[in-house]
């Protein structure tokens, strides 16, 4: 996957760089059709803001945000709000497929 970030107003330490992409990579479990991400990191009034944007192929983008005191608890809160859209997401997908009549039990008449 790949991972866009850009700053606003702040600069962004290696550490944390690192481990945005350590952590959307794992996202990719969730839903194994995760093509990019865009992550923006934000200071504003003494808050530090993270949001993201996942692009998944085929299908509506997910996005999600977190605040806190510092970057990396931002950073934390936003992963644990996508992975759990993610999850809800792959729950709500339906089998569509007709089952095989073959194999039903046959009629008790």
Sequence with gaps: MRVQIAARRCDVPDAVRIRTEEQLEKLSKYDPHLSGAEV???????????????KVHRD?????????????????????????????????KTDHKAKNLAKADPLVE
Aim: glycine content about 6%.
């Design 40 to 54: 923006t990191f934000e200071i504003e009034k003494h808050r530090k803001k993270v949001e993201a944007v996942l």
């Design 60 to 92: 509506e983008p997910v996005v999600a945000g977190g605040e806190g005191e510092e970057f990396r608890e931002a950073l934390d809160l936003m992963v644990d709000r996508l992975a759990k859209i993610l999850r809800r997401r792959r729950s709500l």
